[in-house]
């Protein structure tokens, strides 16, 4: 049985009997005025942070999501995206398409805006997706790309790339790993499928991105997920694993390299009222100004004895110098 097909037998169980502590996430659900959420959907939340963020969800955006769970981010987008098939669901598993169709009648009437043809529930794979080109504005996963080795990510993102409108955002939560895994842990399927011995470096995870063409990328939030330490699995040292959730734009990559957010800030505090790069960044004194890593590596570089540039917080909501 191939690592695939172990994932499709974790998430029909979890579907068929909801499993609370599959995935767990320590962000809050999304409260908005007149949003409930039924019991049901929130104990099938399986994912490792949230995908779900007000400022990408503008002028009715249509909105693809690939693995649908128990159809709680569907629903959250729906509230953004309130017409026929504004939003797509996309799943493997026809066990887990059930109980979201399922869900969203509840969901239906318990939330008085709330349709069931918001949502289109098809059967597809990642690694294939049922859409046509360009026809996306905001895609998401939650907590499964993680799941996939390299090839196939690799070929998902492609998908994902694929699907996006021009200037289009690619909203990911996954966890991540800066630790060296032994064989043990990459090759139980088991440990994969429950997203945690497929997590990989925050470097590797941008890069993945950036090889696919994406020229911006927002480190949104980095938080801690989980320990796998020896008493409980195959290995001789704790591993330590964290979840991001990262916005990835289909903007051209700039000549000079993408931009990558990863939460660095500049602040100018020379005597002059401001400070021009000349390439379009202009700094008010000791206002700071969020920057990408290429443009604070280009500033620290160049005025040192006037620039302060903070270290990489993780944490980036918009703004700055691109």
């Known amino acids: 049985m191939s690592y695939l097909e172990t994932t ?16 767990c996430t320590t962000t809050p659900i999304w409260q ?3 949003l409930r959420i039924p019991t049901r959907m929130q104990e099938m939340n399986y994912g490792c942070g949230s995908t ?13 999501y690939v693995g649908v769970g128990g159809g709680m981010e569907l629903l959250q987008f729906s509230y953004f995206s309130r017409q026929k098939e ?17 869900n969203f009648i509840e969901a239906e009437a318990q939330n008085h805006w709330f349709k069931k043809d918001y949502v289109r529930l098809e059967k597809g794979d990642a690694l294939q997706l049922p859409v046509t080109d360009q026809s996306i504005d905001v895609a998401a996963q939650n907590c499964l790309f993680n799941i996939f080795k390299m090839e196939e990510l690799k070929k998902a993102l492609e998908e994902m790339y694929r ?3 021009p200037h289009g955002r690619l909203v990911m939560s996954d966890p991540i790993c800066e630790q060296p895994m032994n064989e ?26 950036t090889d696919v063409g994406f020229g911006t990328i927002e480190i949104r939030v980095k938080r801690p997920y989980r320990i796998l330490d020896p008493k409980h699995y195959p290995t001789e040292e704790m591993i ?7 916005c990835a734009i289909k903007d051209p990559i700039p000549d000079d390299g993408p931009c990558v957010f990863s939460g660095k800030t500049a602040i100018y505090f020379g005597d002059e009222e401001f400070y021009d790069d000349k390439k ?17 590596t280009a500033l620290s570089e160049k005025g040192q004895e006037k620039l302060f540039i903070s270290p990489s917080t993780f944490h980036y909501d918009g703004g700055g110098c691109c």
Not at 280 to 296: E, M
């Open 8 to 23: 499709k037998d974790v998430y029909k169980e979890a579907a068929l009997t909801p499993d609370v502590g599959l995935c």
């Open 86 to 102: 504004g939003v797509i669901g996309i799943d493997v598993v026809d066990e887990m398409l059930t109980a979201c169709k399922e």
């Open 184 to 209: 043990s842990l990459r090759s139980d399927e088991r440990l994969r499928a429950l997203c945690l011995s497929g997590s990989i470096p925050l470097k590797d995870y941008v890069k993945m991105l």
């Open 240 to 246: 330590y694993i964290e979840s991001v959730e990262v």
């Open 163 to 165: 699907v996006l409108k």
């Open 52 to 64: 779900v963020h007000p400022r990408d969800l503008v002028n009715n955006p249509k909105i693809l």
């Open 32 to 34: 908005f005025p007149g």
């Open 280 to 296: 379009g960044h202009v700094l008010l004194q000791n206002q700071p100004l969020a920057i990408c890593d290429k443009t604070a």
